[in-house]
């Protein structure tokens, strides 16, 4: 068996290799089958139920994601052991795609977890694996983070046997094994962190990004194409479409229009960072999911206000430019008008929610007005001194 050492953080031309390419891709799978039940759920107005269950769907997707990423940043060696242990990684997302329509409908989460633990213990012996070619500190780290995520695994498969009819108890064993799961790597890594590269991650979320906003874009039209063709309703369906577009075009030009990897210097910059593309990439593939809500509302197939039809676009629009500005955007303006653009502008687009039927189209000239001024605000000469 191949030795399975860290990577150097100063690695020239570390890039993605097909196999995070294909692992991506297997992953909005189910992405795309949290957008297609939340669609369902606001439609038929259960919208905090809906939103409930996205929300911790696409945290099981979006957490065991992100492990594999940074693990993989630290030690991927590409052999075939570590290829096969991927693969069972990927299996286990399908698995929890194909639980996502019973959580949602019945609350049966059974199968979500199955996938969900399948997932987390292939990566539990990629850590093993780890630990047994290194010694020292890392090793120490390798073992906390193996026995960390078998332990949470544990409490999934406990939350199971709670009563069906116990939502309370459930949602709260949820939030303690969520935080239990986001803690686990700042125990393990309490005293060593892992050789992570900054580029190769910054590269890994940027990619993703682009995969579920491309998502995002590929529901939309999916859900124009049907009304059109059922209804007929090409006057009131182009202007959702059009306005679509913009706010999509907008997210993916606001997002990349910073090299963030310079920002990405140490563990506490990358954790604060890394932890908060759960907003990031949860809101973008709901603005692919409201988008279909506005279409199905237009069509008369949705039974909720246009208020709600249009929040479910620009709710996920706002948020989505909010947290880039937090994450990482602000750290990058160079006074105050330019810190100001993205959070107006995810003002304005929440201010677009009582526009009435025109409230995405006005969205998405917001969007690309607030894009417009931060290429204009970014072409300023710089301040003297």
């Known amino acids: 068996m191949p030795v399975m050492m860290a990577r150097s953080r100063t690695e020239e031309h570390r890039a993605s290799t097909p196999l995070e390419l294909f692992f991506d891709l297997c992953f909005v799978v189910a992405v795309a089958q949290a957008g297609g039940r939340l669609v369902h759920a606001v439609a038929e107005g259960h919208t905090l139920t809906g939103v409930g269950s996205y929300a911790a769907v696409f945290f099981a997707i979006w957490w065991a994601w992100v492990n594999f990423s940074w693990f993989a940043s630290a030690y991927d060696t590409d052999d075939p052991l570590y290829r096969v242990v991927t693969l069972v990684q990927i299996t286990g997302v399908l698995i929890l795609a194909a639980g996502v329509p019973r959580a949602f409908d019945s609350g049966d989460w059974t199968v979500v977890v199955i996938g969900y633990v399948v997932m987390r213990l292939a990566l539990t012996s990629q850590w093993l ?26 409490g999934w498969i406990a939350m199971l046997f709670l009563p069906a009819d116990s939502g309370p108890v ?18 393990a890594e309490r005293d060593r962190s892992t050789s992570w590269h900054p580029h190769h991650i910054s590269e890994r979320y940027g990619l993703f990004t682009i995969i579920v906003l491309g998502e995002t874009i590929a529901a ?34 606001i997002y990349f229009a910073v090299p963030i990897h310079d920002y ?11 932890y908060g593309h759960y907003l990031i990439f949860g809101s973008a593939a709901a603005i692919g ?20 039809a249009a929040a479910a676009v620009t709710i996920p629009s706002a948020l989505f430019l909010l947290t880039v500005w937090t994450l990482h955007a602000r750290h990058f303006k160079r006074d105050l008008a330019e810190q100001l653009a993205l959070p107006v502008a995810a003002l304005a687009i929440l201010a677009c929610t009582f526009a009435g039927g025109w409230a995405v189209f006005v969205a998405g000239l917001v969007a690309a007005a607030a894009v417009a001024v931060e290429v204009a605000l970014s072409r300023r000469p710089a301040p003297a001194g």
Do not use: N
Request: some cysteine; overall charge negative.
């Open 289 to 308: 999911a409201g988008i279909e809500v506005a279409v199905e509302h237009a069509v008369g197939k949705a039974h909720v206000s246009d208020t709600v």
């Open 129 to 154: 694996r780890a630990a047994h070619c290194t010694e020292g500190a890392e090793r120490r780290v390798a073992l906390r983070y193996a026995v960390g995520i078998t332990v949470v695994q544990l």
């Open 170 to 187: 459930r949602t709260a064993a949820f939030v303690v094994l969520a935080l239990a799961e986001m803690s686990v790597p700042a125990i």
């Open 220 to 253: 939309a039209t999916v859900a124009v194409q049907e009304a059109v063709d059922e209804h007929d309703a090409l006057g009131e369906l182009l202007p959702i479409a059009a306005g679509g577009l913009l706010i999509v075009f907008s997210a993916w030009w």
């Open 264 to 274: 990405l210097r140490g563990s506490r910059e990358a954790f604060i960072w890394g």
